[in-house]
């Protein structure tokens, strides 16, 4: 296990949500013991993430500095690497500048992403949905594999959780978080039980107070369960997971989406619009009850994680 990952507070990373993730999410994400991260994206102009990543830097510093004993987690930020992200030789700059610590990628596995990361000491994780793509990424220099399974929020893939952990640790060893309709302490504890390092949350982070989502988007999901959501590739050329009710609002029938052509696939200000109206989610949010701050949210994972690692020492 990289150092940076090793003897985390808590085995979860906070997935980096387009539009949602700022620096008031992933700092307080990071001093409640779990790995922040925000898409480079999020930042616009790209002017901006300069000082996302000089306010995060210092923020998190100062804490460390003044809880020696209980420093934060470390923080990470997702890079797009499909070859539509024209910012991504900036946003690598400014990674770069700030030595961040954890570096996502996805959308395409690139050795010279991976090198420039371990460049200045950093760690790669990448996201795949298969294991075809996860042994690509580590044989293109990348030290960790984030699996994307069946209901996860945003881009997300078909298999079952355990079928993609099992596969992948048949021959990978490494750091493993596992992203799925993950919301409960409890499944936290099922993701490491099946061999995952990691859990990787995502979507109860977005009925968050420090969230950059509008207020409709969090009350969509603390009334919603994974029956409200739904499996297309329309708004981006890949398949992600989406609330239905937000395509309803967007004056689309969920149930009657036509295909969309992948070959058009977007991340610029067309895919940004997509996702100001159309709300990725995943089908783990029936356990989302109300609107809170992260720091309670995480109390309330790292609590049921406790509880369930109690309940399994039982029997």
């Given amino acids: 296990m990289p150092p940076v990952?090793?003897?985390?507070?808590?085995?979860?990373?906070?997935?980096?949500?387009?539009?949602?993730?700022?620096?008031?999410?992933?700092?307080?994400?990071?001093?409640?013991?779990?790995?922040?991260?925000?898409?480079?994206?999020?930042?616009?102009?790209?002017?901006?993430?300069?000082?996302?990543?000089?306010?995060?830097?210092?923020?998190?510093?100062?804490y460390n500095k003044a809880h020696p004993h209980k420093p934060a987690a470390p923080f990470a930020v997702n890079q797009i690497v499909h070859k539509?992200?024209?910012?991504?030789?900036?946003?690598?700059?400014?990674?770069?500048?700030?030595?961040?610590?954890?570096?996502?990628?996805?959308?395409?596995?690139?050795?010279?992403?991976?090198?420039?990361?371990?460049?200045?000491?950093?760690?790669?994780?990448?996201?795949?949905?298969?294991?075809?793509?996860?042994?690509?990424?580590?044989?293109k220099g990348a030290d960790g594999l984030i699996a994307v399974a069946a209901g996860a929020g945003g881009h997300a893939g078909v298999k079952s959780p355990f079928a993609l952990i099992q596969e992948i640790r048949d021959w990978f060893d490494g750091p493993i978080a596992l992203s799925g309709a993950i919301s409960t302490g409890g499944a936290v504890l099922a993701a490491r039980a099946m061999g995952a390092d990691f859990a990787y949350i995502g979507s109860a982070f977005i009925a968050t107070e420090e969230a950059r989502a509008v207020e409709g988007y969090k009350q969509m999901i603390v009334a919603s369960s994974s029956d409200d959501i739904i499996y297309s590739n329309l708004f981006t050329g890949v398949h992600g997971n989406y609330l239905k009710d937000s395509i309803r609002n967007a004056g689309l029938d969920p149930d009657k989406l036509p295909e969309s052509d992948p070959s058009k696939m977007n991340f610029g200000g067309d895919a940004k619009k997509a996702w100001k109206d159309i709300w990725g989610c995943g089908q783990g949010i029936g356990a989302v009850k109300e609107i809170v701050p992260a720091r309670v949210l995480i109390a309330r994972l790292a609590a049921e994680y406790e509880q369930a690692r109690k309940a399994l020492a039982l029997h």
């Avoid at 003897?7 to 700092?27: A, D, H, R, T, W």
């Avoid at 910012?87 to 395409?108: F, N, W």
């Fill in 84 to 139: 539509s992200n024209d910012r991504l030789e900036h946003d690598m700059q400014m990674c770069a500048k700030y030595k961040v610590p954890i570096v996502i990628t996805s959308l395409g596995a690139r050795t010279d992403v991976n090198d420039a990361v371990h460049g200045w000491g950093g760690v790669v994780l990448h996201d795949i949905i298969n294991n075809s793509f996860a042994k690509k990424a580590i044989e």
């Fill in 5 to 62: 990952l090793a003897n985390l507070p808590l085995p979860i990373i906070g997935s980096p949500l387009f539009i949602i993730s700022n620096p008031k999410l992933v700092i307080e994400q990071c001093k409640a013991g779990v790995v922040g991260a925000m898409p480079a994206l999020n930042a616009r102009p790209a002017e901006q993430l300069e000082e996302w990543l000089a306010e995060i830097t210092e923020t998190l510093a100062a």
